[in-house]
């Protein structure tokens, strides 16, 4: 059995944190040999008793094949963080989930994107706010990512969600238990036009611990972080803190200093965050990392794969065509990318995310690049 495989079966292992893959990992486990490993293997590498003795008694190959059979079924895709196609912008983060588990368009994985968040409980100004600026957003070929909540999430997603740049709905539950129930319609919709992605299994328990390291995954998919309306207390500072900390851009709209539910935008505005009154100030900024053909209005196919993309060099900006070029000779890494086209990093990572978009490159484990086909 491959590694990808051994990784996601070890995810799926109830009890299994980041941190314990990370210990089997180092320990060289990602192998058959895992298989063979008894209860005190797994303590020797620093699992807990509970842990390594249910990993003795349950870890076979046959378990493993049957938990990859039962996400097939229900029709939910897996990625990990050992396959080329996993996230770039995620992979960058401190603590990149090991398995990513999906329903939808895979390809807004790879999208420019940009985070919206807020209160669960908006003010009328804040739900005009967020639908506002979530629509013209994804009109302007950015994709909305946010976490399915009540409130400002739901209120983004609704408005982007058959948009040009389309919507991403981060769970903090596994696919089957959504949060909040009511959302169950919307989450279903967002499936079929966008994109819904959990890095939690079927099995897991819910608890209040989930949604603050859902949060991570919001900022880490994105380029920025932006959030409409939030008390002082709102997890969406969470995400902002995450955004911060993978070194994207955080922003906030300013709101009314007399509503609790401004202060703390309000602050984020006090301490550096970009102010944003109009789609525009987003938008203009990011404009280097959205193609022109997904600069439209309402058409939620904008990125999906045609035929066209079976000859990309008919398909592909000057830019893009450029480096196309380059990477049909030969692979090259990102460092290797950037001697070659005299590119600053900014710029050559937009056009290899579009790139990626288009299905005409593809990114290996090492930031290496190559062609597709």
């Known amino acids: 059995m491959n590694k990808r495989d051994i990784l996601l ?23 058959d040999l895992a298989f063979e490993l008894k209860q005190e293997d797994w303590e020797d590498i620093g699992l807990t ?24 079924s229900a029709g939910i895709g897996c990625i990990t963080l050992l396959d080329a196609g996993y996230p770039v912008r995620l992979k960058e983060i401190a603590q990149p989930p090991w398995v990513l588990y999906f329903r939808g368009r895979e390809e807004l994985m790879h999208a420019p994107g940009i985070a919206i968040v ?103 998919l994105t380029l920025g972080t932006l959030v409409v309306e939030a008390d002082n207390r709102s997890g969406s500072l969470i995400t902002a803190a995450a ?68 000859q990309p060099e008919k398909n592909l900006t000057s830019a893009e065509l450029r480096l196309y070029h380059i990477l049909h000779q030969e692979p090259c890494t990102l460092d290797e990318l950037l001697e070659k086209t005299g590119l600053d990093f900014g710029h050559l990572h937009s056009v290899l995310l579009s790139l990626i978009v288009k299905k005409a490159v593809t990114s290996l484990p090492g930031s290496v690049y190559k062609v597709i086909g």
């Not at 299994?16 to 060289?28: L, P, V």
């Not at 922003?251 to 200093?257: E, K, L, N, R, W």
């Not at 965050?273 to 022109?292: F, K, N």
């Open 9 to 31: 079966g070890l995810h799926e292992v109830e009890g299994i944190g980041w941190k314990s893959i990370d210990k089997i990992r180092k320990a060289g486990f990602l192998s």
């Open 49 to 72: 008793p509970k842990l390594s003795a249910k990993l003795a008694e349950r870890f076979t190959p046959e378990w493993v094949s049957e938990r990859i059979r039962q996400n097939g």
């Open 118 to 220: 807020g209160t669960r409980v908006p003010t009328a100004y804040g739900r005009r706010v967020g639908s506002v600026l979530a629509e013209e957003l994804a009109d302007g070929g950015l994709s909305v990512v946010s976490g399915l909540a009540r409130g400002i999430d739901s209120v983004c997603h609704e408005a982007s969600l058959q948009r040009a740049g389309g919507t991403i709905g981060v769970m903090a539950t596994p696919m089957n238990k959504v949060y909040p129930p009511e959302n169950r319609e919307l989450m279903e919709r967002i499936v079929r036009h966008g994109l819904v992605v959990t890095e939690y299994p079927f099995g897991t328990k819910s608890h209040p611990g989930l949604f603050p390291q859902r949060n991570r995954i919001i900022a880490g």
């Open 243 to 310: 955004a911060l900390e993978s070194n994207r851009d955080v922003f906030a709209v300013p709101g009314p200093i007399t509503s609790p539910k401004s202060r703390g935008t309000l602050e984020l505005l006090k301490q550096g965050a970009g102010l944003v009154t109009e789609a525009s100030d987003i938008l203009d900024l990011y404009s280097h990392y959205i193609p022109e053909k997904e600069k439209s209005s309402g058409d939620s196919s904008v990125l999906q794969t045609d035929s066209n993309r079976l």
